[in-house]
């Protein structure tokens, strides 16, 4: 992106806060002390339960694991990490239409003039009704509603579909507020400017207010992604296997629930990164303004 | 309609002799209920540069937003080279290219280097080509000492560079009048020299201007005329030597005698 301010960078980014506190050798020794019990004694309480051989055998099974995580279609069972595969594929799909589909309605809801009211009005009504109905609601009423009207093209749709529609349904009404929100972070001054240059509204939108809008909003954008990463789990209701619902059908054959460990797992594998680098964008923008830098 | 003439370096070589650069007829501008010009009558000729001074709050500002049309008016016109620019339907996008103003606070793009900031006017408004709007652009940072400066964003630069930086920008679009916001109002003592001397050296070339300015000194050296603005009026208006040594009206004394009891004059 740029490669100024490497010294205020490193400073502040996510190593020494997460270690805040840890500095010096004494400071190392006592807070690797101070974990290691807390760990061990959540392990302790966890591993002397009354019920934990049981929970154990259930739940965390390696054996179990093994199978939910590969699959085998001869004893009825999809693999979770195949399954993995389409929420991804949904995730980024959905990511890119919410991205514009966002920003369209972002755009017209800060619009003036008489000539965009229709369209303010339509797209206030849509995010006050798309932020306020539960998502899994959303979901239904795609992947049952739009089959049954019959229609040509619209009807014929897999369930992964109908659910990538939902997403982009819920998540472009709260995605389009927060690029409102990074638009009105832009000062008023900046649009004098811009217009005192002869620049139209929508130049001046385009060259001057989005590009530092957008960079405001990185990281509660992200923010939202790794939200939608595990929502894509909500499309198994429709009977897509994803991998949740793999893992849900792999204990519908076998009574153990391992198999949803696996899936929360490989969730946690795809979603840690995005919020460390969130985090990481995050400081390195605290870095950049205590700088007195404002890019 | 107003037209853009290419290439042509002096501003105003194409006005007819009756016609004043810049006139104001009977401006008024009401936020709200908050009157704040109450009637400004005032006519620029090519090459004039007027200063406007007054008390914060005397509607300087605002009268120079309203002449670029970034406020709409309330009531009355501004002409821009004998066409009114305040009459509705008038393309301000294209009236704005021929107005340039620079404000208090820089308002230079903190996402774009020295060089875009300078290139965008031209480039996406007259379209001008590209590696032609750049030549351009480096030949005027040249000339005001910023070539240097050309790669940097501008949090980098000093206020006085950014400053200077933006009346380049100004400039780059080749305005017919240039608008200055009391330009130096936000900068360290030490950097107004830099941002002045800019000035005096554009007027020294001809260049029209309408300054907001506290700067009483600078106002007394370059102003063909000055105009005291108290209560949304022009109370007075005068060559410098006059309104500086004998003012008439008993609010234009009143006023510099303030300015003189802070050291100001």
């Known amino acids: 992106m740029n490669e100024e301010t490497p010294g205020s960078v490193l400073v502040t980014s996510r190593g020494p806060r997460l270690l805040a506190g840890a500095s010096g050798r004494r400071g190392v020794v006592l807070s690797t002390a101070s974990t290691v019990i807390v760990i061990a004694a959540l392990a302790a309480i966890f591993l002397l339960a009354p019920g934990s051989r049981q929970v154990r055998h259930t739940f965390l099974n390696p054996a179990d694991m093994w199978h939910a995580l590969l ?21 980024l799909a959905a990511e890119v239409l919410i991205l514009i589909l966002a920003l369209a309605v972002a755009v017209i809801r800060q619009s003036t003039g008489p000539v965009m009211l229709p369209l303010r009005v339509i797209s206030t009504v849509y995010v006050d009704v798309a932020r306020g109905v539960p998502l899994i609601l959303i979901i239904y009423a795609l992947g049952y509603g739009l089959p049954a009207l019959s229609l040509r093209f ?44 002869g620049l139209s509204h929508w130049a001046s939108l385009r060259f001057v207010i989005l590009p530092q809008a957008v960079r405001n909003i990185i ?46 797992i490989l969730f946690l594998i795809l979603t840690i990164p995005l919020a460390r ?12 303004r205590l700088a007195g830098g404002a890019r | 309609m107003i037209s853009r003439t290419s290439g042509g370096d002096s501003p105003a070589a194409d006005t007819p002799p009756a016609a004043a650069a810049l006139e104001i007829r009977g401006l008024h501008k009401s936020f709200g209920a908050n009157e704040v010009l109450r009637g400004i009558d005032l006519s620029v000729a090519a090459h004039e540069v007027i200063c406007l001074i007054g008390a914060s709050g005397s509607g300087k500002s605002t009268l120079l937003r309203c002449v670029n049309l970034l406020e709409p008016v309330s009531a009355g016109s501004v002409y821009l080279a004998g ?48 590696a032609e709007a750049v030549r351009q652009a480096r030949a005027l940072l040249d000339r005001f000492g910023l070539l240097d400066k050309a ?31 009391e330009v130096t109002s936000a900068l360290d ?27 009483m000194g600078f106002a007394r050296d370059i102003a063909s005329r000055v105009c005291f603005l108290a209560d949304g009026r ?29 050291g100001r004059l």
């Open chain 1, 71 to 91: 699959g085998d279609p001869r004893h009825g069972y999809y693999s979770v990490g195949e399954a993995l595969w389409l929420n991804i594929r949904m995730f």
């Open chain 2, 151 to 181: 790669g940097d964003y501008p949090d980098r630069l000093s206020g006085g560079q950014q400053q200077r930086v933006a009346i380049v920008r100004a400039l780059a679009m080749r305005p017919r009048i240039l608008l200055l916001d």
């Open chain 1, 154 to 197: 619209v009807s014929s749709q897999s369930a992964a579909v109908y659910g990538v529609a939902a997403l982009v349904i819920s998540y472009s009404a709260y995605v389009s507020e927060v690029y409102r929100a990074g638009i009105n972070s832009v000062h008023q001054s900046q649009v004098a400017a811009a217009r005192s240059l």
């Open chain 2, 234 to 262: 022009i109370v007075e208006e005068a060559p410098p030597a006059q309104l500086f040594t004998e003012p008439r009206d008993e609010r234009t004394q009143r006023f510099l005698r303030r300015i003189t009891e802070a």
């Open chain 2, 189 to 215: 003592p030490e950097l107004v020299a830099e941002v002045l001397d800019v000035i005096r050296e554009l007027a020294e070339g001809g260049m029209t201007m309408l300054i907001a300015t506290h700067e």
């Open chain 1, 219 to 264: 990281p509660p954008l992200l923010n939202d992604f790794i939200s939608l990463q595990k929502d894509t789990a909500l499309v198994g209701v429709l009977g897509a296997i994803e991998a949740n619902k793999a893992a849900e059908l792999y204990s519908d054959t076998t009574f153990n629930y391992s198999s949803y460990v696996v899936a929360a």
């Open chain 1, 277 to 288: 680098f969130t985090d990481h964008l995050i400081a390195r923008d605290r870095g950049r």
């Open chain 2, 83 to 130: 066409q009114e620019i305040t009459r509705p339907g008038v393309n301000e996008n294209l009236v704005r290219t021929h107005i340039g103003i620079v404000f208090q606070s820089f308002n230079l793009f903190p996402h774009m280097t020295v060089l875009r900031n300078v290139t965008l006017g031209p480039a996406r408004v007259l379209r001008t080509p590209r």
